[in-house]
Every structure is written in C-alpha cells, then in structure tokens.
T-cell receptor
C-alpha cells in the first residue's frame, strides 16, 4: 500500500514551453502533497506544499508563477513548469501525506526528470 | 529553523561489514526524524522513522537507528551490509504536527559497497 506515482518519468522539452507533471496517490487519499526539486548529487529542496482545494504554499525563493501547483482532488496534484528554461532542468519529486490516518508520514513518488533544451 | 547535517558525503564499506551513517539535527522541540534511501534515478523509500517512545527504532531491510537527544543525533546502522544497499541515504527532520510535516533533508550520504 501507500503507492505514489508520477507521470511522466522523463520529459525533454524546448526552452519556452510549459511542462505538466502529475503526482497521484494510488491507494490512499492525500490531504497534503509536497513538491521537491533535486539537483544532481544534491539533497531534496522543498518547493511547495499543497492541500486539496487550497492554494499551494511556496517556499521562500520559489516563483509561484513559474511553478504552478494544482491539488484538485485528494489523489492528484500537478506541477506545471511554465516557460521552461535550461536552468529548470532538474529531478522533480512529489510526496503525498495520508494526513490524519498516518500523520507525519510522507510517501514519495519515483520522480520526474525534466530536461529543457 | 530546523536543519540536518550528514557529515559523511561518501562512505565505502565491504559487503558483510557493519555500517553506521551519521545524522545530526537542529530543532527546537522534539523532532520527528526519518531515514530515506534513494537508488539512482528513483524516488525515496522510507527506511524508518522516530516520533516518540523507544529511542532505538527498527526499520526495513535490517536497518535500525538510535535517537540520542543529548547528542542531537539519529544515526543509522546495519550490522551486515549487502551489495544491494549501495544507494544514497538521506536523514530528514519533520517540522510541525497534525496532518503533515514539512521535511528538511540532509545533504545525503552515498554508500558504496565493495565485494
């Protein structure tokens, strides 16, 4: 149980285009979902926290107009990288928290490798 | 602000040898502590977590960790390492309570296992 999927697993796009990444909790409802960014051989940096039906809360330094997050249902959150540029190339990982069922536990997706040419 | 330090960037051990990965944290209250493992190009898998109670926590794959408040440490151990344990290991501290916590990760320790 507690499986989180991400789609796509890998995407290559041209500079200036937008890319949408989906994060789904497959067998539980996620009150909260998190989006992280990981640069090569570095740690995960939290980008934003999203709660179902609410606006996402972005960490300091993360452009909310650049990284659009939508958490429309208890099983789906999306991250859209708008007008992507090469510096946005990274490994994006989401996590989902079951919330009150198992507080303070997050389950991570397999990640999405974004390459912007 | 909470923070996590993993002093060892890279560790190499022989298969069958014991392992200890260090983690020190900084947090004002009682921390929620986690160890995750990441294989190349993959997401994170939870190895174990400490919320309260017994300070020696058992996890999956034969791993354990001990919470030492006096040392602000949560070191990960395994008595006998297998080649499949080669991966990146992240220690994390959770902030807040309730439905979900924001996690702050350490910089990770890359484990290499020699045969």
């Amino acid at each position: 149980g507690a499986v989180v999927s991400q789609h796509p697993s890998r995407v290559i796009c041209k500079s200036g285009t937008s890319v949408k990444i989906e994060c789904r909790s497959l067998d539980f409802q996620a009150t909260t979902m998190f989006w992280y960014r990981q640069f090569p051989k570095q740690s995960l940096m939290l980008m934003a926290t999203s709660n179902e039906g609410s606006k996402a809360t972005y960490e300091q330094g993360v452009e909310k107009d650049k990284f659009l997050i939508n958490h429309a249902s208890l099983t789906l959150s999306t991250l859209t990288v708008t007008s992507a540029h090469p510096e946005d190339s990274s490994f994006y990982i989401c996590s989902a928290a079951p919330g009150l069922v198992r507080p303070d536990t997050q389950y991570f997706g397999p990640g999405t490798r974004l390459t912007v040419l | 602000a909470q923070s996590v330090t993993q002093p060892d960037i890279h560790i190499t051990v022989s298969e069958g040898a014991s392992l200890e990965l260090r983690c020190n944290y900084s947090y004002g209250a009682t921390p929620y502590l986690f160890w995750y493992v990441q294989s190349p190009g993959q997401g994170l898998q939870l190895l174990l977590k400490y919320f309260s109670g017994d300070t020696l926590v058992q996890g999956i794959k034969g791993f354990e960790a001990e919470f030492k408040r006096s040392q602000s440490s949560f070191n990960l151990r395994k008595p006998s390492v297998h080649w499949s344990d080669a991966a990146e290991y992240f220690c994390a501290v959770g902030q807040g309570t309730g439905t979900a916590s924001k996690l702050t990760f350490g910089t990770g320790t890359r484990l290499q296992v020699t045969l």
